[in-house]
């Protein structure tokens, strides 16, 4: 007869099986993912960027 598996076994088991899951990646993955963050941009920069603003007091853009 087959017995069931204690608390204590199922939680090891779990830890071991993510252990393992954070310790076997290839190395081309770990690179891919290691990718460089986005530039940090300040907002009121952004939208002046984005909608023309600043510049000429008319807030003509330059051509």
Same mark, same amino acid.
């Given at each position: ?14 830890? =071991? ?6 310790? *076997? %990646?290839?190395?081309?993955?770990? /690179?891919? &993912? =290691? ?6 941009? *300040? %907002?009121?920069?952004?939208?002046? /960027?984005? &909608? ?12």
């Amino acid at each position: 007869m087959k017995r069931n598996r204690m608390e204590h076994e199922k939680k090891i088991d779990t830890a =071991n099986h993510y252990d393992c899951l954070e310790t *076997d %990646v290839r190395e081309d993955a770990r /690179k891919n &993912f =290691n990718r460089q963050p986005y530039k940090s941009v *300040d %907002v009121a920069q952004y939208i002046a /960027k984005k &909608f023309g603003i600043g510049g000429d007091a008319d807030g003509q853009k330059d051509s």
